[in-house]
């Protein structure tokens, strides 16, 4: 037989697995689908297009901030 002392454990328990189970929903549960799913090709395009129009935005951010900035302090 199996014996608790303390009821304390049971509710500890489940409260980790509640919380690794929202976990692991958070990060994404590993589905065997995806796993051994072949890349579709036109997604990682996608992927790379959107993240280069990303950096695109912020070096032209970076860009227009320094040339102001170059700009007020040559003009002290």
Known sequence: MFFIDDPREIIIDRGKIILTL????????????????????????????SQQSRHKVTYTVLFLATTTWVFVASNY
């Not at 929903?25 to 297009?49: H, V, W």
């Open 22 to 49: 929202i976990r692991s929903l958070y990060r994404g549960l590993p589905n065997d689908e995806n796993i051994f799913k072949k890349p579709n090709p036109k997604n990682i395009i996608a992927k790379a297009k």
